[in-house]
Every structure is written in structure tokens, then in C-alpha cells.
């Protein structure tokens, strides 16, 4: 069992920088692929970025390519998601999820968190 818990979310103009947190309780993050998603009303949940277990390997969507940031810190079993420039199409409601593999795939993460809001304002 993997308990995530998402925080950092808020209120950002578009231009301006967020960094969103994701603590991890109840395996090894070393062990896990973390990956962040993100919903907007109305739409599929889509893939962000994901990392692999070492932090070694990064994935990221062609949408926030060059603006976020993935990362890791095992030893305070936490996952961070740096974003950038951001944009109003970055609004959404944003999810951190554990798999045993890389994978876009939200099917194929094993544990959510509840996700943090992300708006921004135009």
C-alpha cells in the first residue's frame, strides 16, 4: 500500500512559477516510478512528466516540455513538480501516482494521491 499526498497547489498569474509536492508513505520511493498527471473540467486525465526510481530518467509531455521540472528527493520520500512560464491551459486539478514501470499511461499507476489545484490566471 502507497498513501500519496499532493500539496503546493494555488493560485499563479501566467508568466509566473509553482512548484507542487508530492510526500510519499508506506513503500520505498526508491523503488517506485512517480509520475504527475493532470485533469482539467471536461477533460481526460493526461500525463506531465514521470521519473524513474533513481531520478536518473525523466518523461515528459510535449506540452510542458522545457517548462516543468520532475524531481525527487528518496530520502525525504517526496516528488516535486517545478512549472514555469506558466500558461492558463496548465489549469487543472494535478495528480501524483506511483507504477511499478515508466508508463504515460494513467491505467498503468498502481496508487493516487488526491491531486492539488493549479490555477492560472490570464
Known amino acids: 500500500q502507497v498513501q500519496l499526498v499532493e500539496s503546493g497547489g494555488g493560485l499563479v498569474q501566467a508568466g509566473g512559477s509553482l512548484t507542487i509536492s508530492c510526500a510519499t508513505e508506506?513503500?520505498?520511493?526508491?523503488?517506485?516510478?512517480m509520475g504527475w498527471f493532470r485533469q482539467a473540467p471536461g477533460k481526460e486525465r493526461e500525463f506531465v512528466a514521470t521519473i524513474s526510481g533513481s531520478g536518473r530518467f525523466t518523461y515528459y509531455a510535449d506540452s510542458v516540455k522545457g517548462r516543468f521540472t520532475i524531481s525527487r528527493d528518496n530520502a525525504k520520500n517526496t516528488v516535486y513538480l517545478q512549472m514555469n512560464s506558466l500558461k492558463p491551459e496548465d489549469t487543472a486539478h494535478y495528480y501524483c501516482?506511483?507504477?511499478?514501470?515508466?508508463?504515460?499511461?494513467?491505467?498503468?499507476?498502481?496508487?493516487w494521491g488526491q491531486g492539488t489545484q493549479v490555477t492560472v490566471s490570464s
Open positions: 501516482a506511483s507504477a511499478r514501470w515508466s508508463s504515460r499511461k494513467p491505467e498503468e499507476y498502481d496508487y
Open positions: 508506506g513503500r520505498t520511493l526508491s523503488s517506485l516510478f
